[in-house]
């Protein structure tokens, strides 16, 4: 009765005062809020003891669980030390160590690491530093910027210009850049006895024929690597992204890759783009970085970009700044969850959580009412066939009556599930993700 009664009045004044984020707020008079109290491992609790299986890491940022006790005492003795301190003219050891180890992450391609606070914030720095780069290097006309169909990268201004999904982007159109989208290589959408290698071949053609035309003045080339997410998990060949990286190469293009979602293991590699053997000429990095703790993005790039920048005019230099740029707390959390990828071989183990999953979900995976069963790394999804408009937010409610946190993407059901996720919890959501769609 009392941890209700606390529970309600918190619902009530979250409704008061607290603007939800991509929340229509007036569906809230009749979807309730999620209270949440604490969290334990892939586990959310509320007030009055349910419990919620982190399907999605909330919102693809959790890694090793919630209330994760290396992260935290990492904090804990950061906190000691230093809680931050402005990284214009100074800096402190944090920062120093991230960034050697991100690099090394790239081996050693990628040395310079420039820090912001969120995803969208990863994908401004990259647009400006590619334009920037080019003006630098004499040649100013270079301002156009190309993404893919679908593409998702963020929702500031600039993000959102090379974004490409309707429900965000039209409302805001006489605000954003024009940017151009090339079709994307989700082998949904190959032909009938067209492998997705071969689709991917066929898009990067589509990619070719675009950058022979407007290379001129096209400064870069940005791509969620191997996962299209937002647009509800699509999914691609490698090839696609060998054949871009020679593309942008040949009509000297700038290729971001976007691994805001993808990177830190969660394409079953440590970076996506490795599956393709490529190395971008920026990596955007942010959601798993801290292991969900503390927001934080960092964009790697090479030295020969760097150099670009380096010189006694001031305006030459990338004078882009926030107030919290490589946050002291933020940067610890990041080595913690490093520590943790080392210490406990994290890509390796999750081979055999990704095996023992896809097992525990043929029965699903086979179900009629499911298509497109699909797998990369840690992320999973498939396709439910229904003409219901309101079939996420009734999903997302049965799943929540069974004790899971899942948020479909229109009728796209996903997992994406922290690394710590055991045989238990992989046979709960399975089994009951199974029912819903039996019941559906
Ligand atoms: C989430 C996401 C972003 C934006 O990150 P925010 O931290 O939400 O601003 C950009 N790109 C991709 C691929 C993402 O998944």
Redesign the pocket.
Known sequence: MQTSTRSDLLLKRSLAAVWHPCTQMKQHETLPLVPIARGSGCWLYDFDGRRYLDAISSW?VNLFGHGNPRINAALTAQLGELEHVLLAGFTHEPVVLLSERLSLLTGGALGHCFYGS???SA?EIALKMSFHYWRNTGRPRKTRFVSLAGS???ETLGALSVTDVALFKDTYAPLLRASTQVPSPDWRLAENGESPREFAGRCAQALEQHLEQHHLETAALIV?PLVQ??IGMAMHDAEYLRRARVLCERYEVHLIA?E??TGFGRTGTFFACEQAGITPDFLCL??GITGGYLPLSAVLTRDAIYRAFYDEAVTRGFLHSHSYTGNALACRAALATLDIFEHDAVIEANKAKAAALNDAARELAQHPKTRNFRNTGMIWAFEIETGDAGFARRFFERALARELLLRPIGNTVYFMPPYVINGDEIALLTQRTLEIVAQA
Request: aromatic share 12%.
């Open positions: 693809w969120d995803g969208a994908t998702y990268h963020g969620e997410a937002a976007d805001i979602m942010s959601k």
